[in-house]
């Protein structure tokens, strides 16, 4: 059989190919020969064949046919034959496959050779691919070469036994006798990687972690070790760009920090060390700043004193004036951790971060925009808000909703003053009202109507803002609930804080109408704006009639939802007349009742509906007409009452009959649960109307109910708290809190309940459909339950939601109410 061709010759001819099929044809003709040779037991080329068929494996092809040939030239006893078995067995085996144990007694055999380069040929493989089982027995080996006096295998052993201590944590104790002189070593690379090893070691038992600081010592052998790198002289060969083995001072600042953090003693050893480092390292090149970035870390980490964590966080500002890119996300991504300890140092630094908002990378903006708003408080409120308006305006629109968010809560929690506050929030709705939470409309309308002295300048600047350009849906949104609110202070003029315009009141129905027609208004905002103009029905004199034609117009919409407001808003006007005014008189100050979304519907805008507070459509996936059905069907027998939500996003457009059916048993009168206007329901049971009163909704005493846990499961957990009404001891209200421990959102989520017919269910909207992941928020949703008879309390629920791509639903009875919220 004629000699193989080199590799060289076979990369040469490889690289000659044309195509891909031309290059896999030489590829399988050069296997088939490889194949024969391994079969005729061809020693003399051996070696050689499996070099080629390394470097095909390299290029993606497979080689596992050349796994055995590897062990027959491991256990050869040419150096040669043994270098390529070696690295064939790291690249073509690993422990998933049995072959490669039968290479352990080649290992251990070449463990305790005469030449210390088979040594290091054993040592680099097992580091590199060893099992638990090859690990156990050939520690005792790896553990003796660590004690040799030859530099070159105590560095290899060392790599090896951090990779035996990975696979077998409970070897680590057989090391510990050998790493007391290792950091005595002049040899850089035994020093480097002694420190990995004891780094490996420190990190995985607390134990080893205790021993290193009290009995070894080790903090101050390692304070020598950087010392003498600081101030040694040049040395070419640790020399990189002018500092003496930067990698070797990375590993030890590594290594302080594990034994500095939590252990005061070990931190004050270590604290000079680090302020020569972070002073005397040159930050010119790329090499110092790693070291400077590497000991900022370890003085963050450790209990430094307070002058040193001031000096680390002026280095990472220096980092945000560094034209590399890089270094400015590092010294970004920092400063956000240390922000929460060091608010003050990093206040310092403020122009420089409030600079790069500004900068053309979207990873270093985003950081940036993060850190603003981290170092948002009292005093800077203003300047900062200013700022963050004008990156508002101009970022692009995936940062819009996140900046908007944190927007919202700063000026929530620092607002020097309501009219500034209510400016800020306007501002960001004409900048960017598509963006929006859904939470965002509500909260406004709450704050406007908590800031009584700012009606008239509010409603003014809404007409202003919106009037010609109903583009932002979130503002008309609003303004559209406002000027129905405050249309007569509007049309008066009474606005003091600014020049006030003049309007009649059929401008005002102008700007109305044209917002329930503009082809850009949603159903939702619709609402908004027909809600409005009824409510001027009792602010507005000389318009009276013009508004009964508006209402019955859209009396026969094709919008359900507006046509079922019309009809409503009509017999209003036809047949309960008198009550009108009461019904629609202006809304009184409210309360916050949760932080997590809006307020109650019924308290917001004064009307009977949740519709007009969301700002998204119904998602139609949740749009069944059997879904009361498939309720009733799941709770089984007859003693339950259900209800399902009265949030838009899952009621069914063609439901009104059916939920009449379903709610029979609530001696209900009135229109469905979703009716969008406050018709003339005077038989229902007060509790029902209790958003509407002025009074305090809950006892003081309630305080004291336990909540409870409902359900947890997927991922999904539902929490329920307690109080008691003050208007009616017989009604409990639960809020349901809904969080989400996953790492992805779950969408279009539904909460449904049932109680038994004793009992009277009534569920208000959530605050959204969208549980955030990883806990980052909740869902609130509020029922009330009316016990008459003071019964033990019990409800059976129903979950829909998305996650993962997929539908969810889900069942569980509730039994475990406590006795405080029902007794």
């Given at each position: 059989m004629p000699a193989p061709i080199r590799l060289r010759e076979l990369i040469r001819t490889i690289r000659t190919a044309r195509t891909q099929a031309e290059e896999r044809e030489m590829i399988q003709k050069e296997c088939a020969a490889i194949r024969s040779s391994f079969r005729e037991e061809d020693n003399t080329y051996r070696c050689r064949n499996v070099a080629k068929l390394l470097y095909m494996h390299m290029l993606g092809y497979p080689a596992h046919f050349g796994q055995l040939e590897c062990l027959k030239l491991i256990a050869s006893q040419k150096f040669t034959d043994k270098r390529i078995g070696y690295l064939g067995a790291m690249l073509l085996l690993d422990e998933r496959q049995d072959v490669h144990l039968l290479m352990t007694n080649c290992i251990k055999n070449d463990l305790n050779h005469s030449t210390q380069y088979v040594q290091g040929l054993a040592l680099c493989t097992l580091g590199c691919m060893g099992s638990s089982e090859m690990c156990r027995d050939l520690a005792g080996e790896v553990e003796k070469l660590l004690k040799t006096s030859n530099s070159y295998l105590r560095k290899k052993a060392a790599l090896c036994a951090v990779h035996v201590i990975?696979?077998?944590?409970?070897?680590?104790?057989?090391?510990?006798?050998?790493?007391?002189?290792?950091?005595?070593?002049?040899?850089?690379?035994?020093?480097?990687?002694?420190?990995?090893?004891?780094?490996?070691?420190c990190e995985r038992s607390p134990d080893m972690l205790a021993h290193f600081r009290k009995n070894e010592k080790l903090v101050p052998q390692l304070v020598r070790i950087l010392k003498n790198l600081i101030m040694s002289g040049y040395s070419p060969e640790h020399d990189v760009s002018g500092i003496s083995d930067p990698f070797l001072q990375v590993r030890i600042l590594r290594l302080l920090r594990i034994l500095g953090r939590n252990d005061d003693d070990s931190s004050e050893a270590m604290n000079d060390i680090l302020a020569q480092v972070a002073t005397n390292t040159e930050t010119s090149k790329n090499v110092g700043n790693a070291i400077l970035y590497e000991t900022v870390l370890t003085i963050m980490d450790i209990k430094s004193e307070s002058g040193l964590r001031v000096l680390a966080i002026n280095i990472l500002g220096r980092f945000l004036l560094n034209n590399d890119k890089n270094i400015r996300y590092v010294a970004l991504t920092s400063l956000l951790k240390t922000v929460q300890t060091d608010h003050n140092a990093v206040q310092r630094h403020r122009s420089t971060i409030v600079d790069c908002l500004k900068d053309l990378d979207v990873s270093i903006k985003r950081r940036a925009m993060e850190l603003s708003f981290a170092l948002v408080n009292g005093n800077n409120i203003r300047g900062m808000m200013k700022e963050l308006l004008y990156f508002l305006d101009s970022c692009e629109p995936e940062f819009k909703a996140d900046c908007a968010s944190g927007i919202f809560l700063a000026a929530e929690k620092y607002a020097p003053s309501k009219r500034w506050h209510i400016d800020t929030i306007m501002r960001v709705l004409t900048t960017a009202g598509s963006y929006v939470r859904d939470d965002a409309v509500p909260n406004l309308i709450q704050l406007i109507t908590n800031s009584m002295e700012m009606h008239a300048y509010t409603v003014q600047r809404l007409y202003k803002a919106i009037f010609g350009d109903y583009s932002q849906q979130s503002l008309v949104q609003v303004a559209s609930w406002c000027i129905g609110e405050y249309g007569d202070l509007l049309v008066s003029g009474q606005c003091e804080e600014e020049e006030p315009i003049q309007v009649t009141e059929d401008e005002v129905l102008d700007i109305l109408e044209s917002i329930l027609i503009s082809n850009m208004s949603v159903s939702v905002t619709r609402g908004y704006a027909l809600t409005a103009i009824m409510k001027l029905s009792t602010r507005f004199t000389c318009t009276v009639n013009r508004i009964k034609k508006v209402v019955s117009i859209y009396g026969s919409s094709i919008d359900v939802e507006l046509q079922q407001r019309a009809v409503e808003y009509n017999a209003l006007f036809k047949k309960y007349d008198h009550m009108r005014p009461a019904l629609l008189e202006r809304m009184p100050v409210m309360e916050k009742v949760t932080t997590n979304g809006p307020t109650e519907v019924v308290q917001t805008n004064g009307e009977t509906e949740p519709a007009v507070l969301e700002t998204k459509p119904p998602p139609p996936g949740l749009q069944p007409t059997s879904q009361a059905n498939d309720l009733l069907d799941l709770l089984g027998g007859n003693d339950t009452t259900p209800v399902i939500p009265t949030a838009p996003m899952s009621k069914p457009a063609s439901a009104g009959g059916e939920l009449l059916d379903l709610l029979g048993d609530l001696n209900l009168t009135g229109s469905p649960a979703s009716a969008p206007a406050p018709a003339p329901q005077i038989s229902q049971p007060p509790f029902l109307l209790d958003g509407l009163s002025s009074q305090p909704l809950f006892n003081d005493i309630a305080a004291g109910i336990p909540s409870i846990t409902?359900?947890?499961?997927?991922?999904?957990?539902?929490?329920?708290?307690?109080?008691?009404?003050?208007?009616?001891?017989?009604?409990?209200?639960?809020?349901?809190?809904?969080?989400?421990?996953?790492?992805?959102?779950?969408?279009?989520?539904?909460?449904?309940?049932?109680?038994?017919?004793?009992?009277?269910?009534?569920?208000?909207?959530?605050?959204?459909?969208?549980?955030?992941?990883?806990?980052?928020?909740?869902?609130?949703?509020?029922?009330?339950?009316?016990?008459?008879?003071?019964?033990?309390?019990?409800?059976?629920?129903?979950l829909t939601y998305n996650h993962k791509g997929s539908a969810m639903q889900d069942l569980a009875e509730v039994n475990n109410f406590p006795p405080q919220s029902w007794q």
């Amino acid at each position: 059989m004629p000699a193989p061709i080199r590799l060289r010759e076979l990369i040469r001819t490889i690289r000659t190919a044309r195509t891909q099929a031309e290059e896999r044809e030489m590829i399988q003709k050069e296997c088939a020969a490889i194949r024969s040779s391994f079969r005729e037991e061809d020693n003399t080329y051996r070696c050689r064949n499996v070099a080629k068929l390394l470097y095909m494996h390299m290029l993606g092809y497979p080689a596992h046919f050349g796994q055995l040939e590897c062990l027959k030239l491991i256990a050869s006893q040419k150096f040669t034959d043994k270098r390529i078995g070696y690295l064939g067995a790291m690249l073509l085996l690993d422990e998933r496959q049995d072959v490669h144990l039968l290479m352990t007694n080649c290992i251990k055999n070449d463990l305790n050779h005469s030449t210390q380069y088979v040594q290091g040929l054993a040592l680099c493989t097992l580091g590199c691919m060893g099992s638990s089982e090859m690990c156990r027995d050939l520690a005792g080996e790896v553990e003796k070469l660590l004690k040799t006096s030859n530099s070159y295998l105590r560095k290899k052993a060392a790599l090896c036994a951090v990779h035996v201590i990975r696979k077998v944590p409970e070897l680590m104790e057989m090391f510990l006798p050998a790493t007391k002189n290792l950091l005595n070593e002049k040899n850089h690379g035994v020093l480097h990687t002694s420190v990995v090893l004891l780094t490996e070691m420190c990190e995985r038992s607390p134990d080893m972690l205790a021993h290193f600081r009290k009995n070894e010592k080790l903090v101050p052998q390692l304070v020598r070790i950087l010392k003498n790198l600081i101030m040694s002289g040049y040395s070419p060969e640790h020399d990189v760009s002018g500092i003496s083995d930067p990698f070797l001072q990375v590993r030890i600042l590594r290594l302080l920090r594990i034994l500095g953090r939590n252990d005061d003693d070990s931190s004050e050893a270590m604290n000079d060390i680090l302020a020569q480092v972070a002073t005397n390292t040159e930050t010119s090149k790329n090499v110092g700043n790693a070291i400077l970035y590497e000991t900022v870390l370890t003085i963050m980490d450790i209990k430094s004193e307070s002058g040193l964590r001031v000096l680390a966080i002026n280095i990472l500002g220096r980092f945000l004036l560094n034209n590399d890119k890089n270094i400015r996300y590092v010294a970004l991504t920092s400063l956000l951790k240390t922000v929460q300890t060091d608010h003050n140092a990093v206040q310092r630094h403020r122009s420089t971060i409030v600079d790069c908002l500004k900068d053309l990378d979207v990873s270093i903006k985003r950081r940036a925009m993060e850190l603003s708003f981290a170092l948002v408080n009292g005093n800077n409120i203003r300047g900062m808000m200013k700022e963050l308006l004008y990156f508002l305006d101009s970022c692009e629109p995936e940062f819009k909703a996140d900046c908007a968010s944190g927007i919202f809560l700063a000026a929530e929690k620092y607002a020097p003053s309501k009219r500034w506050h209510i400016d800020t929030i306007m501002r960001v709705l004409t900048t960017a009202g598509s963006y929006v939470r859904d939470d965002a409309v509500p909260n406004l309308i709450q704050l406007i109507t908590n800031s009584m002295e700012m009606h008239a300048y509010t409603v003014q600047r809404l007409y202003k803002a919106i009037f010609g350009d109903y583009s932002q849906q979130s503002l008309v949104q609003v303004a559209s609930w406002c000027i129905g609110e405050y249309g007569d202070l509007l049309v008066s003029g009474q606005c003091e804080e600014e020049e006030p315009i003049q309007v009649t009141e059929d401008e005002v129905l102008d700007i109305l109408e044209s917002i329930l027609i503009s082809n850009m208004s949603v159903s939702v905002t619709r609402g908004y704006a027909l809600t409005a103009i009824m409510k001027l029905s009792t602010r507005f004199t000389c318009t009276v009639n013009r508004i009964k034609k508006v209402v019955s117009i859209y009396g026969s919409s094709i919008d359900v939802e507006l046509q079922q407001r019309a009809v409503e808003y009509n017999a209003l006007f036809k047949k309960y007349d008198h009550m009108r005014p009461a019904l629609l008189e202006r809304m009184p100050v409210m309360e916050k009742v949760t932080t997590n979304g809006p307020t109650e519907v019924v308290q917001t805008n004064g009307e009977t509906e949740p519709a007009v507070l969301e700002t998204k459509p119904p998602p139609p996936g949740l749009q069944p007409t059997s879904q009361a059905n498939d309720l009733l069907d799941l709770l089984g027998g007859n003693d339950t009452t259900p209800v399902i939500p009265t949030a838009p996003m899952s009621k069914p457009a063609s439901a009104g009959g059916e939920l009449l059916d379903l709610l029979g048993d609530l001696n209900l009168t009135g229109s469905p649960a979703s009716a969008p206007a406050p018709a003339p329901q005077i038989s229902q049971p007060p509790f029902l109307l209790d958003g509407l009163s002025s009074q305090p909704l809950f006892n003081d005493i309630a305080a004291g109910i336990p909540s409870i846990t409902a359900y947890s499961k997927n991922g999904l957990k539902i929490d329920f708290t307690f109080e008691r009404s003050n208007t009616n001891p017989s009604v409990t209200v639960i809020t349901i809190q809904a969080s989400n421990s996953t790492e992805l959102d779950m969408t279009d989520f539904v909460f449904q309940a049932a109680v038994p017919k004793t009992f009277q269910l009534q569920l208000l909207s959530p605050s959204s459909s969208v549980i955030p992941a990883f806990n980052s928020g909740t869902i609130t949703q509020v029922i009330k339950v009316l016990n008459p008879q003071k019964q033990q309390l019990r409800m059976r629920i129903k979950l829909t939601y998305n996650h993962k791509g997929s539908a969810m639903q889900d069942l569980a009875e509730v039994n475990n109410f406590p006795p405080q919220s029902w007794q």
